[in-house]
């Protein structure tokens, strides 16, 4: 009953990121295929932590592994993408991956959660509309993570400093686009790692970054590095970092419009 209630309160006091958002005509998809390689054990607590939102909220969720639901008929009943920790390679054909392009084209939302940097990391697209692609990470451990910006919606009640175990990804393959929001504090890092933390951290020397929005290709996009631990998913600070996340996202989506769609093949120049 406490924990419900300390939930409750957390959600409420970020209220203002979901203020525009209508939940009760939001529908979401949480998308967890992975390909070969490894799969975190976190996906399953994921999925569950959105469908309670869902159910507080008022907003609907539904869940899949199949790349089959990649059409422009399915996903244009979508406000939102959410990809939780997918991995490798997550369509099975280049008509999912343009069906995918074509909805971001179209003003649709995507939510990217810790491993989804490892995803689709042959697409010069996809590693754009993301940011760059997963290149390693320091081992499991308690850091911190900045609030960079302390007025955007998406962060509003998290701590300036947040202290929590998780994993510090490094990317490579960046692309400029991003905002970054909140970033990992490279110092509190193990220092038994810190020769590859200079290598993999390139020119960041004190703050890499954990979490990002992107106004890519006619799509909205807001991502975050951390979540690798499937506890986070159920411990309120984290479900707050992720639902308004998601608000953010949603209530930029103002309408899925194919028509604004222009990719005839997935590696088209982004106009």
């Not at 369509?91 to 392009?101: E, I, K």
């Amino acid at each position: 009953m406490i924990r419900a209630l300390f939930v409750g309160m957390l959600l409420w006091a970020g209220a203002s990121a979901s203020a525009q958002v209508n939940w009760k005509k939001v529908r979401i998809l949480v998308y967890t295929k992975n390909g070969k390689g490894y799969v975190h054990d976190n996906i399953p607590f994921a999925v569950a932590c959105f469908q309670r939102l869902g159910k507080e909220q008022g907003f609907t969720v539904d869940s899949t592994s199949n790349p089959a639901v990649f059409t422009e008929a399915s996903l244009a009943r979508y406000n939102a993408l959410v990809f939780t920790s997918t991995n490798n390679d997550v369509f099975d054909t280049d008509v999912q991956r343009l069906a995918f392009r074509r909805y971001i084209e179209a003003g649709g939302g995507f939510v990217g959660i810790h491993s989804v940097m490892g995803t689709e990391r042959n697409w010069y697209w996809f590693k754009r509309m993301l940011g760059g692609t997963f290149a390693w990470h320091p081992k499991f451990q308690k850091l911190r993570v900045v609030k960079l910006d302390k007025e955007h919606p998406s962060l509003a009640g998290l701590p300036d400093v947040w202290e929590k175990e998780d994993e510090c990804y490094f990317s490579k393959e960046l692309s400029p686009g991003p905002t970054v929001i909140m970033a990992h504090d490279l110092t509190s890092l193990d220092t038994s790692q810190r020769a590859q933390i200079r290598t993999f951290g390139g020119g960041y020397t004190r703050l890499y970054p954990a979490v990002w929005h992107h106004r890519f290709d006619g799509g909205h996009t807001w991502c975050t590095a951390l979540g690798h631990d499937k506890k986070d998913y159920q411990d309120p600070v984290f479900t707050k970092h992720l639902f308004q996340g998601l608000a953010f996202v949603v209530s930029q989506v103002k309408k899925v419009d194919f028509g604004k769609a222009y990719a005839k093949e997935r590696d088209e120049e982004v106009r």
